[in-house]
T-cell receptor, first 119, second 110 residues
Framework: GAVVSQHPSWVICKSGTSVKIECRSL??????MFWYRQFPKQSLMLMAT?????????EQGVEKDKFLINHASLTLSTLTVTSAHPEDSSFYIC???????????????FGSGTRLTVV | LAKTTQPISMDSYEGQEVNITCSHN???????ITWYQQFPSQGPRFIIQ???TKVTNEVASLFIPADRKSSTLSLPRVSLSDTAVYYC???????????FGQGTELSVKP
């Protein structure tokens, strides 16, 4: 089945630094990828939608200059948290949509998530 | 996007059948109903999807009444490893964004 690899699985960084999270579709092409953030005991909150070769679309309230998204190829999207602060500590999850919908889960596959801790 | 309502939490015991109901009164004609499972510190995992009546796969069944304003995820003979959060999502199968509701935290006890 479709597999989405997310890296790293966890990262600790100092306040003020930037962190890049990668999301790769391993066996299918993803025209669209989604980035979510999840705080403890809460649901997933959609941050942005990234389309290959074009600018990402951010949800209301999400700072596009702080959360930089790049979707340069059909198999890779990256989320960079710039000038991270402790309040950015969260669980970040990506999701990729299968270009041809051939995945058994009707087109959406999620990565395993990245636990970001800013100290 | 249709809004969904689920119980916040449910408790069960090993070996029991668990039914989690989701309300989606504003479901549109082209919307499908999809359920995901999420374990702590992991991404959601697809469980089942349906449009109407009943769908069954190797892990669950999904019951959808004729008016499609609700759906019930049925997990047969749960085990401790089924302890997770279950999300009901409603939307079109056309690549649109998935919006998650609060989910149901299922706790299976020995």
């Amino acid at each position: 089945g479709a597999v989405v690899s997310q890296h790293p699985s966890w990262v600790i960084c100092k306040s003020g630094t930037s962190v890049k999270i990668e999301c790769r579709s391993l066996d299918f092409q993803a025209t669209t990828m989604f980035w979510y953030r999840q705080f403890p005991k809460q649901s997933l909150m959609l941050m942005a939608t990234s389309n290959e070769g074009s600018k990402a679309t951010y949800e209301q309230g999400v700072e596009k200059d702080k959360f930089l998204i790049n979707h340069a190829s059909l198999t890779l999207s990256t989320l960079t948290v710039t000038s991270a602060h402790p309040e950015d500590s969260s669980f970040y999850i990506c999701s990729a949509r299968d270009l041809f919908g051939a995945a058994s889960n009707y087109g959406y596959t999620f990565g395993s998530g990245t636990r970001l801790t800013v100290v | 996007l249709a809004k969904t309502t689920q119980p916040i939490s449910m408790d069960s015991y090993e070996g029991q059948e668990v039914n989690i109901t989701c309300s989606h009164n504003n479901i549109a004609t082209n919307d499908y109903i999809t359920w995901y499972q999420q374990f702590p510190s992991q991404g959601p995992r697809f469980i089942i999807q349906g449009y109407k009546t009943k769908v069954t796969n190797e892990v669950a069944s999904l019951f959808i009444p004729a008016d499609r304003k609700s759906s019930t995820l049925s997990l047969p003979r749960v085990s401790l490893s089924d302890t997770a959060v279950y999300y009901c999502l409603v939307g079109r199968n056309q690549g649109g964004k998935l919006i998650f509701g609060q989910g149901t935290e299922l706790s299976v006890k020995p």
